[in-house]
Protein backbone atom coordinates (compact mmCIF):
# COMPACT_ATOMS: atom_id res chain seq x y z
CA UNK A 1 0.00 0.00 0.00
CA UNK A 2 1.69 3.31 -1.27
CA UNK A 3 1.89 5.80 1.91
CA UNK A 4 -0.62 8.81 0.40
CA UNK A 5 1.13 12.40 0.08
CA UNK A 6 -0.17 15.40 -0.46
CA UNK A 7 -1.62 19.01 0.36
CA UNK A 8 -4.57 16.95 2.01
CA UNK A 9 -2.28 14.97 3.60
CA UNK A 10 -0.07 17.83 5.09
CA UNK A 11 -2.94 19.85 6.16
CA UNK A 12 -4.03 16.64 8.36
CA UNK A 13 -0.52 16.31 9.74
CA UNK A 14 -0.92 19.93 10.66
CA UNK A 15 -4.26 20.39 12.49
CA UNK A 16 -3.27 17.51 14.51
CA UNK A 17 0.11 18.85 15.21
CA UNK A 18 -2.71 22.32 15.84
CA UNK A 19 -4.38 19.82 18.43
CA UNK A 20 -0.92 18.65 20.40
CA UNK A 21 -0.04 22.34 20.67
CA UNK A 22 -3.43 23.42 22.31
CA UNK A 23 -3.50 20.29 24.46
CA UNK A 24 0.07 21.09 25.94
CA UNK A 25 -1.15 24.75 26.56
CA UNK A 26 -4.34 23.03 28.26
CA UNK A 27 -2.55 20.57 30.65
CA UNK A 28 0.65 23.24 31.33
CA UNK A 29 -1.75 25.69 32.45
CA UNK A 30 -3.78 23.30 34.54
CA UNK A 31 -0.78 22.18 36.15
CA UNK A 32 0.50 25.72 36.81
CA UNK A 33 -2.45 28.21 37.40
CA UNK A 34 -3.15 28.15 41.31
CA UNK A 35 -7.24 28.77 40.96
CA UNK A 36 -7.43 25.67 38.59
CA UNK A 37 -5.35 23.54 40.74
CA UNK A 38 -6.95 24.21 43.96
CA UNK A 39 -10.69 24.14 42.54
CA UNK A 40 -10.37 20.95 39.47
CA UNK A 41 -12.50 23.37 37.69
CA UNK A 42 -11.64 25.53 34.68
CA UNK A 43 -10.84 29.17 35.67
CA UNK A 44 -11.87 31.79 32.75
CA UNK A 45 -8.76 31.29 31.06
CA UNK A 46 -8.48 27.26 31.40
CA UNK A 47 -12.05 27.81 29.48
CA UNK A 48 -10.68 29.58 26.66
CA UNK A 49 -7.46 27.01 26.27
CA UNK A 50 -9.80 24.07 26.57
CA UNK A 51 -12.27 25.72 23.96
CA UNK A 52 -9.05 26.26 21.54
CA UNK A 53 -8.39 22.51 21.62
CA UNK A 54 -11.78 21.36 20.85
CA UNK A 55 -11.63 24.19 17.77
CA UNK A 56 -8.69 22.31 16.38
CA UNK A 57 -9.76 18.72 17.43
CA UNK A 58 -13.23 19.59 14.87
CA UNK A 59 -10.95 21.02 12.37
CA UNK A 60 -9.05 18.33 12.34
CA UNK A 61 -12.30 16.01 11.80
CA UNK A 62 -13.81 18.36 9.36
ZN1 LIG B 1 -6.54 28.32 35.35
Redesign the pocket.
Known amino acids: MAERTGPVQAQHRAGEAAVQTAYSAFIR??QV?????KTGA?????AELRQAWRDARAAVAA
Open positions: HTCAPCRDCAEA
